[in-house]
């Protein structure tokens, strides 16, 4: 008897660590093969097209020329300008969740917070072409564009038809998409450091704002930074919202008020009407493209939070 | 004794099976967001007339084809038709099913819809950058009388690939010679960068930008342009005489068509001549495999065009779609039992 129980026991066991690995493996396997897909279906446009296909501003589905460089720009661009707005933003909060908010507070807050990375991307995409945009166009556009015209650059930025979309509005709203993981993130780095240190601080005389930026911010400097790398990962890829507010033109501008596109709302609008073999490619090398620069975003992010770990 | 009964069960579904499914109770089809609105309209109808259910997937003309080549489909939908040479090479059958019109819509301040008149030459010159502004001498010699502010044009195209972009651009290509040569008739066009443009998602994307953006010029279907309230203007026709936008105006154009000399239907009813013909009217059409290998399913598919053609012309209507002639809906049938075979090369439409 004993030894079937232990026979059944050994059994399940090891059927349970094959199951794991099994899965685990999967995972590889999945992303070698999407990775090959989108390379084999890439192929002929970068057979064609080669590095050009990098910088080259020209997208024309009629006489069959693409390039990326309008698609990864407007990419590149909204999402440098979601970091940079929500950059600070979540620090604050983060400050303000872990070292100045009664515990009641800091729940409650943070669970806002939380719900707003619930909210799928399409109703921020909604929100902000029917909300956001007229409201951004008539009451910081309009105002932009009088007060900064004589400004050295912020004039060239904020320059261009208000009219409430493009690249600046899509960062605006990415912004608020990578809020939620920006915070969690930050807040959870904090809270990791241990009192001893803030009590040290605090005895030597520093004040709030002393222990919050030469103590506590430097402390978990690599985690912020690796913080700043997950969200990026997350904006460089968001398509719908991005889609509907970029303003939709194969185009680049220093202007941030003009309309653009990225690499996801590409393909989002155009692979559903793309019969043309070239026209697919085309797409799936955007999408590769995507696939490549993520990849290595996360790669780096991953170096930077282990690095921390060591120290 | 379980086993047995599962047996027994399992056996028995395998001889019912093809029984049971040997009248047709669903139809599927991909394709076209055009005619969505109308095709929805005319399944529910059919449903209740003759109890069998249409499933339409509007996912776009080009998945449309895509599908229909794939075969996951019993019919494609596209807003642009198919050449009789790309017919012939997928073995498929094309007809026309209803019409639509586009009209430009415009947010000027201080006209109102029906006021401005435009010119085939003028909407191209527009969206290719050549004219700039509002109170530009091409655009007041043609509305003398009207007080046209003097504003930039923001001109508003789809940013999805789309039929009616490809039926817009070849309005513009037919009416504009340089159009034809520097931008191109398609789904999606490289817009010219000259022309402040602006890309919206859908016929509601260009709505809603033209809608709340002065000084802006669009494209959409009539539908949305009713529906939401936008300003269209008056277009100078073939013949040479400014049209509005309305049914009377549509059914000219489409009775001009002249669907008898098209091979394979394929046929872009823009620019018709006539003088009370709008020039902008485009059919959208269905794709169907001229063998049929399930010809039940065929005939099924056949069956609900047919009883839609002689049945759905006011639901189309009051949908603001055009439908079609019935001269062209008998050509229509007679394609259908000439092209559309079984295996056995019978007629599937019966």
């Known amino acids: 008897m004993s ?56 997208w024309n589905p009629i006489t069959s020329e693409y390039g990326a460089a309008n698609a990864l720009y407007g990419t590149l661009v909204s999402s440098f300008i979601a970091i940079l707005l929500a950059l600070p933003l979540s ?40 909300v956001f945009a007229p409201w951004f166009s008539e009451h910081f556009q309009l105002w932009a564009l009088d007060a900064f015209s004589e400004v050295p650059v912020l004039g060239l930025l904020f320059s261009g038809p208000p009219m409430g979309v493009g690249l600046l509005t899509s960062g605006i709203i990415l912004a608020f998409m990578i809020l939620p993981i920006l915070t969690a993130l930050i807040k959870e780095a904090l809270s990791t450091i241990p009192n001893v240190m803030r009590e040290a601080s605090y005895g030597i005389g520093a004040n709030r704002w002393e222990v919050t930026f030469f103590v506590l911010l430097p402390a978990v400097r690599s985690a912020i930074f690796g913080a700043v790398i997950l969200a990026l990962g997350r904006a460089l890829g968001e398509t719908m919202a991005v889609t509907f507010v970029i303003g939709g033109a194969q185009d680049m501008n220093t202007s941030l008020f003009m309309p653009a596109t990225s690499v996801s709302a590409t393909i989002a609008e155009q692979f559903n009407e793309a019969t043309n073999d070239m026209h697919i490619s085309s797409l799936l090398a955007l999408g590769l493209l995507l696939f490549v620069i993520t990849f290595a975003v996360m790669a780096v992010a991953r170096i930077l939070m282990r690095k921390r770990k060591l120290s | 004794m379980n086993k047995l009964l599962n047996g027994l069960l399992l056996a028995s579904t395998v001889v019912i099976a093809p029984m049971s499914y040997a009248k047709v109770d669903t139809i599927n089809g991909a394709g076209a967001t055009f005619p969505y609105p109308v095709y929805a309209k005319w399944a529910e109808a059919y449903n209740k007339a003759e109890g069998v259910k249409l499933n339409y997937q509007s996912i776009g003309s080009g998945g449309g084809i895509k599908q229909i080549k794939a075969k996951t489909v019993d019919f494609g939908a596209s807003d642009a038709p198919l050449t009789k040479e790309e017919l012939d090479q997928a073995g498929l059958a094309q007809f026309p099913a209803v019409m639509g019109a586009i009209v430009p819509v415009i947010n000027v301040k201080g006209i109102e819809a029906g006021q401005l008149k435009l010119s085939g030459q003028l909407l191209a010159d527009i969206y290719s950058g050549k004219v700039k502004m509002w109170d530009d001498a091409a655009i007041a010699s043609l509305n003398e009388g009207v007080k046209l502010p003097h504003m930039p044009i923001y001109t508003v195209h789809r940013s999805d690939g789309s039929g009616t972009t490809f039926n817009f651009t070849d309005y513009l290509a037919r009416v504009s010679p340089e159009w034809q040569k520097n931008v191109g008739v398609g789904k999606e066009v ?161």
């Open chain 1, 91 to 130: 620090l604050a909060i983060g400050v303000f969740l872990t070292e100045l908010a009664p515990a009641w507070m800091s729940h409650s807050v943070a669970a806002a917070i939380e719900l707003l990375a619930a909210v799928p991307s399409i109703i921020y995409g909604m929100w902000g072409l029917f």
């Open chain 1, 3 to 58: 030894t079937l129980v232990m026979k059944s026991r050994w059994h399940s066991d090891t059927l349970f660590q094959r199951a794991c690995w099994s899965s685990a493996i999967l995972i590889g396997v999945l992303l070698v093969s999407i990775l090959l897909s989108l390379l084999h279906g890439a192929w002929p446009a970068l057979e064609k097209f080669g590095f050009g296909f990098l910088f080259s501003t020209e």
């Open chain 2, 190 to 350: 490289a817009w010219p960068k000259e022309a402040q443009q602006l890309g919206g998602k859908g016929n509601e994307g260009v709505a809603n930008f033209v809608s709340r953006t002065p000084g802006s010029i669009g494209y959409v279907e009539f539908a949305y342009a009713k529906s939401n309230n936008l300003t269209y203007t008056q277009m100078e026709n073939k013949a040479g005489k400014f049209v509005k936008p309305e049914m009377a105006a549509f059914q000219a154009a489409a009775a001009n068509a002249d669907w008898s000399n098209a091979p394979g239907f394929h046929l872009i009813l823009n620019d018709q001549p006539g003088d009370a013909s709008w020039p902008m009217t485009a059919a959208t059409f269905i794709l169907v495999y001229k063998q049929q290998d399930d010809a039940e399913k065929g005939d099924a598919v056949l069956k609900f065009f047919d009883w839609s053609f002689a049945n759905g012309d006011q639901a189309a209507e009051a949908l603001d779609y055009i439908p079609m002639p019935d001269s062209v809906v008998k050509m229509i049938e007679d394609m259908w039992r000439n092209d559309v075979k079984d295996t056995q090369g019978m007629a599937v439409y019966k």
